[in-house]
C-alpha cells in the first residue's frame, strides 16, 4: 500500500466519527487486513491528519518518492547526513 484510495479514507473518517482513535484505527486495521508496519503507520498518519481536519496526502507520495527522499542526498548529490553503517 503505497497511498490510501478516497475508499480506505472513507472508512478511517467513518471510524474517527464512531469514536475511535487515530492509534486504535490503525491497529484495528492492521490486524484485518493483515497489513506490514509501514501501511500501519501510513494508516495511522491519515487518521491523526483527518482528525485535526488537515486533508491527508494520500495520493501525491509513492514508496518510490519516500525512498528518493529518505536517501539522505541534498541538492546536487551532495550527501547531507551521513550514511547507514
Known sequence: ????SDDQLDE???QL?????PDAIAGYLGRVADLNLMDIET???AAYAISRG???WAGTRTQADNRRSDSGMGMRGR???PPYR
Open 12 to 14: 478511517i473518517r467513518r
Open 43 to 45: 494508516v495511522r498518519t
Open 1 to 4: 500500500m503505497a497511498a490510501l
Open 79 to 81: 550527501r547531507t547526513r
Open 54 to 56: 488537515e486533508t491527508p
Open 17 to 21: 466519527d464512531q469514536g475511535m482513535t
